[in-house]
């Protein structure tokens, strides 16, 4: 297929993009154009949660239905004005893995026209590799559970940390779940969160046995909410806030929400209040919310 490129300006920069119109959402027929674009629009809230960590992509060349495939390694076609950071390798010889670094609007259009579509951070920065930013719990609904599940989950798990004195904030993950986060400010390892994590996760499985699961097989998740403790280690991601995620047809956006809102859907049991897509109107709600 041939390549159809041109180029875009950056701030003082001209950038190469390429295959405009190749539709990656069936949905509305969102394009790779409607990909970048979406990007620009919501860099100024979302490149401050990027800053200096290191990221993985996950691209799809061909669409949300074309097949996918995670790129940790920066691609050697990688612009030498795009920073990446090593990153030694867990269990396999070899060289460190360069991970590429987004904390610029230039390099956010670059890994766009990439056709990722899912951005994913670690919690940790470039420059403090076994030092987690956040204490993450992503909630995730097994089969014949659904988000508002998950919104039962997350806000217990808010009362449980605000008896211990901590802040929490939580996002829809753009999919079925929703993901809590612990913001810290000190000099906490992963050695500490992780088990700290499930502990909780073990509290609350205990408390709602019904509703929560601690343990990672998926075959006890059946009607119930995982509490996905486990990626609260240097080696795992999670979506970014303000993400776009590729699970359907359509474009739905990774999105903080206040805890009022997320009482509200279960309130009104309204699952469709915790879906967003980067069209006009919801992309003018989605940057005016705080950075979860």
């Not at 987004?102 to 956010?108: K, R």
């Not at 990626?231 to 359907?248: D, F, G, P």
């Amino acid at each position: 297929m041939a390549r159809k490129s041109e180029q875009v300006t950056v701030g003082r920069r001209r950038i190469d993009v390429s295959n405009l119109d190749k539709v990656l959402y069936p949905g509305h027929k969102f394009s790779k154009a409607n990909v970048i674009d979406y990007y620009i629009k919501i860099s100024k809230y979302l490149l401050p949660h990027l800053k200096n960590h290191p990221i993985t992509l996950l691209r799809f060349p061909d669409g949300v239905f074309g097949g996918s495939f995670y790129e940790k390694d920066a691609p050697a076609f990688t612009p030498d004005w795009v920073k990446t950071v090593p990153v030694p390798r867990r269990e396999t010889p070899g060289p460190d893995i360069q991970y590429i670094v987004v904390n610029d609007l230039l390099t956010l259009v670059w890994v766009a026209n990439l056709a990722t579509l899912e951005i994913h951070p670690f919690l940790h920065t470039a420059t403090k590799l076994h030092r987690p930013t956040a204490v993450v719990f992503d909630c995730d609904p097994g089969e014949g559970a659904n988000i508002l599940d998950a919104a039962r989950v997350a806000l217990m798990l808010r009362d449980v940390l605000r008896g211990l004195g901590l802040d929490s904030y939580v996002k829809v993950s753009g999919s079925k779940g929703l993901q809590v986060y612990v913001p810290l400010n000190s000099p906490v390892t992963y050695d500490e969160t992780q088990p700290f994590a499930e502990g909780i996760a073990r509290l609350l499985a205990q408390q709602e046995p019904k509703l929560i699961v601690w343990q990672m097989a998926k075959r006890l998740r059946t009607k119930k909410v995982f509490i996905d403790w486990s990626q609260n280690t240097e080696y795992k991601t999670t979506v970014s806030v303000y993400s776009l995620r590729a699970k359907t047809y359509r474009p739905y956006v990774s999105l903080p929400v206040t805890w009022d809102e997320l009482s509200d859907a279960l309130k009104q049991k309204d699952t469709e209040a915790l879906f967003f897509t980067p069209d006009h109107d919801l992309r003018t709600s989605c940057i005016s919310r705080r950075k979860s």
